[in-house]
């Protein structure tokens, strides 16, 4: 059985102007998914999601992964997975990113990575994004393990790097080609992540990624940020309402078609990001959370707060050093940066919300156990 897990993630400045090429941080938060993947016996067996018959069309983010990591061969197993999340989902904290990157894990560990002298043979990296290495025509390279080639096993076969590539791909899928790397980069990271439109002097730059989207082609930076200070926390309020990424992200597409000026609002987010930014980086929290409320502001001037978010807003505000929606909006949740968050969650609770505190210093993907695996050792064709 292979098992793998990753963080959900909260937005602190700049969701939906991110998808426009402007800045963005997120941060790794503390409830998490686990994924729990094992052979179901003989290839061709039925999929098994959560004990039932796995439906792909119910579930495209698995299928998606699927059919990029495990293609089904006559010697492919079958496999069951189990789900076990923490997060919430349709609530703005990245649990189907979460979900993509701890499967994409788990998938990873099941089948081990071909390596060589020259690294590796096989998956998908920053450098390349997709497979660099071509399909032989026909059969597998019998001559592979002597000429020096091996398989990495376990958590060095893992790379959080890959996890993120695909967890963007697949949300760019179900997001009609609209999705910035922002929840995916940070849920398989871990920490503290930033994305910009150029490569920040003084930062931990990770790597670039791009996407043709219906407006263009978008680049992002993405970088890591260390948060300077520990006396300081989030507090997750939820309003128990669902609200749908991509329906909410087309309806700011729609809005910025419909009235051309609200690039603008796009742009003063942008603004207030950078801001936030070095803030963030020389530890100004009290700063860090002027920026969140202001940023809270214009996002309510896109369209994408609601009632409910408003009232925990308000709730949360007088005890916090500021407070915003976070992710896509309309329903889901806010967050509270606060050094009282005993106070600041009681307070979202008094108002109808439910509410949990996190750190800022969650961790990334993991591989949690890794027995028995792998469970298929594909050859150079099935790369
Ligand atoms: C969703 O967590 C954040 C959005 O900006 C969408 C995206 O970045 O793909 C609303």
């Given at each position: 059985m292979v098992v793998a897990s990753a963080p959900g993630k909260c937005i602190l400045f700049g969701e939906h102007a991110v998808v426009y090429g402007q800045p963005a941080v997120a941060i790794a938060i503390d409830q998490r998914v686990q994924i729990e993947i094992q052979p179901t016996g003989k290839p061709g067996d039925v999929w098994k999601l959560d004990g039932m018959k796995f439906l792909p069309e119910k579930h495209p983010h698995l299928e998606g992964l699927r059919a990029r990591i495990w293609h089904l061969s006559e010697e492919t197993p079958s496999l069951s997975i189990k789900i076990n999340s923490k997060i919430p989902s349709s609530a703005g904290l990245g649990s189907s990113a979460a979900l993509s990157v701890a499967f994409t894990a788990a998938l990873r560990a099941a089948r081990g990575r071909r390596v060589d002298e020259n690294g590796w043979c096989e998956g998908f990296s920053s450098e390349?994004?997709?497979?660099?290495?071509?399909?032989?025509?026909?059969?597998?390279?019998?001559?592979?393990?002597?000429?020096?080639?091996?398989?990495?096993?376990?958590?060095?076969?893992?790379?959080?790097?890959?996890?993120?590539?695909?967890?963007?791909?697949?949300?760019?899928?179900?997001?009609?080609?609209?999705?910035?790397?922002?929840?995916?980069?940070?849920?398989?990271?871990?920490?503290?992540?930033?994305?910009?439109?150029?490569?920040?002097?003084?930062?931990?730059?990770?790597?670039?990624?791009?996407?043709?989207?219906?407006?263009?082609?978008?680049?992002?930076?993405?970088?890591?940020?260390?948060?300077?200070?520990?006396?300081?926390?989030?507090?997750?309020?939820?309003?128990?309402?669902?609200?749908?990424?991509?329906?909410?992200?087309?309806?700011?597409?729609?809005?910025?078609?419909?009235?051309?000026?609200?690039?603008?609002?796009?742009?003063?987010?942008?603004?207030?990001?950078?801001?936030?930014?070095?803030?963030?980086?020389?530890?100004?929290?009290?700063?860090?959370?002027?920026?969140?409320?202001?940023n809270h502001l214009l996002l309510r001037n896109l369209g994408v707060s609601s009632p409910e978010l408003e009232n925990l807003v308000r709730a949360a505000a007088h005890s916090s050093l500021g407070v915003k929606l976070t992710g896509a909006g309309g329903g889901g949740c806010m967050i509270a940066l606060t050094r009282n968050p005993k106070e600041t969650g009681e307070a979202i609770e008094l108002a109808g919300g439910y509410s949990f505190k996190t750190s800022l210093n969650a961790i990334g993907v993991r591989l949690d156990s890794d027995q028995g695996a792998p469970f298929w050792t594909p050859g150079v064709a099935d790369s």
């Amino acid at each position: 059985m292979v098992v793998a897990s990753a963080p959900g993630k909260c937005i602190l400045f700049g969701e939906h102007a991110v998808v426009y090429g402007q800045p963005a941080v997120a941060i790794a938060i503390d409830q998490r998914v686990q994924i729990e993947i094992q052979p179901t016996g003989k290839p061709g067996d039925v999929w098994k999601l959560d004990g039932m018959k796995f439906l792909p069309e119910k579930h495209p983010h698995l299928e998606g992964l699927r059919a990029r990591i495990w293609h089904l061969s006559e010697e492919t197993p079958s496999l069951s997975i189990k789900i076990n999340s923490k997060i919430p989902s349709s609530a703005g904290l990245g649990s189907s990113a979460a979900l993509s990157v701890a499967f994409t894990a788990a998938l990873r560990a099941a089948r081990g990575r071909r390596v060589d002298e020259n690294g590796w043979c096989e998956g998908f990296s920053s450098e390349t994004k997709t497979n660099p290495y071509p399909r032989p025509t026909k059969g597998k390279d019998p001559g592979f393990e002597r000429n020096g080639g091996k398989r990495l096993l376990g958590q060095s076969s893992v790379d959080e790097d890959e996890c993120a590539i695909m967890g963007h791909a697949i949300e760019a899928e179900a997001q009609q080609g609209r999705a910035s790397p922002i929840d995916s980069s940070t849920v398989s990271h871990g920490g503290c992540i930033l994305l910009s439109n150029d490569v920040k002097a003084g930062l931990d730059w990770k790597y670039s990624r791009s996407l043709e989207t219906p407006e263009g082609i978008r680049n992002w930076e993405i970088h890591e940020i260390v948060i300077p200070t520990d006396d300081v926390w989030l507090v997750i309020g939820n309003t128990g309402c669902y609200s749908s990424t991509s329906e909410l992200v087309s309806q700011v597409a729609d809005l910025i078609e419909a009235e051309p000026q609200k690039m603008q609002v796009i742009e003063t987010i942008g603004a207030i990001t950078r801001r936030g930014v070095s803030a963030l980086i020389k530890g100004d929290m009290e700063k860090v959370g002027r920026c969140m409320t202001e940023n809270h502001l214009l996002l309510r001037n896109l369209g994408v707060s609601s009632p409910e978010l408003e009232n925990l807003v308000r709730a949360a505000a007088h005890s916090s050093l500021g407070v915003k929606l976070t992710g896509a909006g309309g329903g889901g949740c806010m967050i509270a940066l606060t050094r009282n968050p005993k106070e600041t969650g009681e307070a979202i609770e008094l108002a109808g919300g439910y509410s949990f505190k996190t750190s800022l210093n969650a961790i990334g993907v993991r591989l949690d156990s890794d027995q028995g695996a792998p469970f298929w050792t594909p050859g150079v064709a099935d790369s």
